[in-house]
């Protein structure tokens, strides 16, 4: 067990499975208590895989104090700044410092430009854009206010640094999101917080493990392109796709002093597609 985070209290949304939970286990285990939020039971998104439950956020929970740290566990949409605020006002007294916030929450859909729905742009760009916004400005008061400084890390894409053909909606939230990062690392760097981003390729979690993902390869010419934009340089483990841990390695060192001279970067953690 690591002690870099020790002392450290992070909040992380899309906490349920996948990544969020990862990240949350990473950083309990390297020493920070942890605040999880994620859709819950009752969230209205139309994706083809199955989104984090209330159990399964309240076992990510179950999982942060497994490693001896202190958990909470909110049920909040990113889209709606009324839960995260409620969630907030939950841990107040029993969380009342902010060190790091993780803006994990994020789904993707995947077509050709022309088919994308208007009902299917708005959702990815309200949940993976509109969500890191809310989750930010909602919980960065209680980090201003505690004076201690902070990371925040937005959980983007390398979709968020090039394009990635037939993720238009998911592509321009994730660019945008980019654009957030860059501003906040100038305006909060007065109060000594950092904000950063990592850009993960393929991880083997539901949003890239589903049939009509898979779907998307059975057309060859389809295939050709997304694979010209989407190679990895480095040779990824049988199947194509990094695991969630090698994401939260590095969110754990964003979250950490030992980069505190970082801010304002975009980190890809993509097996070298970027350089291709």
Same mark, same amino acid.
């Given at each position: 067990?690591?002690?870099?985070? %020790?002392?450290?209290?992070?909040?992380?949304?899309?906490? %349920? $499975?996948?990544?969020?939970?990862?990240? @949350?286990?990473? &950083?309990?285990?390297?020493?920070?208590?942890?605040?999880?939020?994620?859709?819950?039971?009752?969230?209205?998104?139309?994706?083809?895989?199955? &989104?984090?439950?209330?159990?399964?956020?309240?076992?990510? @929970?179950?999982?942060?104090?497994?490693?001896?740290?202190? %958990?909470?566990?909110?049920?909040?949409?990113?889209?709606?700044?009324?839960?995260?605020?409620?969630?907030?006002? *939950?841990?107040?007294?029993?969380?009342?410092?902010?060190?790091?916030?993780?803006?994990?929450?994020?789904?993707?859909? $995947?077509?050709?430009?022309?088919?994308?729905?208007?009902?299917?742009? %708005? *959702?990815?760009?309200?949940?993976?854009?509109?969500?890191?916004?809310?989750?930010?400005?909602?919980?960065?008061?209680?980090?201003?206010?505690?004076?201690?400084?902070?990371?925040?890390?937005?959980?983007?894409?390398?979709?968020?640094?090039?394009?990635?053909?037939?993720?238009?909606?998911?592509?321009?939230?994730? $660019?945008?999101?980019?654009?957030?990062?860059?501003?906040?690392?100038?305006?909060?760097?007065?109060?000594?917080?950092?904000?950063?981003?990592?850009? !993960?390729?393929?991880?083997?979690?539901?949003?890239?493990?589903?049939?009509?993902?898979?779907?998307?390869?059975?057309?060859?010419?389809?295939?050709? =392109?997304?694979?010209?934009?989407?190679? !990895?340089?480095?040779? &990824? !483990?049988?199947?194509?796709?990094?695991?969630?841990?090698?994401?939260?390695?590095?969110?754990?060192?964003?979250?950490?002093?030992?980069?505190?001279?970082?801010?304002?970067?975009?980190? !890809?953690?993509?097996?070298? =597609? =970027?350089?291709?």
């Amino acid at each position: 067990m690591s002690s870099r985070l %020790a002392g450290k209290t992070a909040l992380i949304t899309g906490a %349920a $499975h996948g990544q969020g939970r990862s990240h @949350a286990v990473r &950083l309990a285990r390297d020493g920070a208590d942890v605040i999880v939020t994620d859709l819950g039971d009752r969230g209205e998104v139309e994706v083809a895989y199955a &989104l984090g439950s209330n159990d399964e956020l309240r076992e990510t @929970a179950r999982l942060v104090e497994q490693e001896g740290r202190r %958990a909470f566990a909110g049920t909040a949409d990113v889209r709606d700044r009324a839960a995260l605020q409620r969630v907030l006002e *939950q841990t107040a007294a029993d969380f009342p410092r902010l060190d790091i916030i993780v803006a994990n929450a994020g789904i993707s859909t $995947h077509g050709r430009f022309l088919d994308i729905e208007p009902s299917q742009w %708005a *959702q990815i760009i309200d949940i993976n854009l509109t969500g890191v916004f809310n989750t930010i400005q909602t919980a960065l008061p209680r980090m201003l206010e505690a004076g201690n400084g902070g990371s925040i890390i937005i959980v983007s894409s390398v979709a968020g640094l090039k394009g990635l053909p037939f993720f238009a909606a998911y592509t321009a939230a994730k $660019h945008g999101t980019q654009g957030l990062m860059t501003v906040l690392a100038q305006e909060l760097a007065e109060h000594s917080i950092r904000v950063n981003s990592v850009n !993960p390729g393929p991880v083997a979690t539901a949003m890239n493990q589903n049939d009509v993902t898979r779907a998307l390869f059975t057309d060859q010419t389809s295939r050709r =392109m997304f694979q010209r934009s989407f190679s !990895p340089m480095l040779p &990824l !483990p049988k199947g194509g796709y990094m695991e969630s841990e090698h994401v939260s390695a590095a969110v754990s060192w964003l979250a950490s002093d030992e980069s505190t001279y970082i801010t304002g970067m975009a980190i !890809p953690v993509d097996a070298g =597609m =970027m350089v291709r």
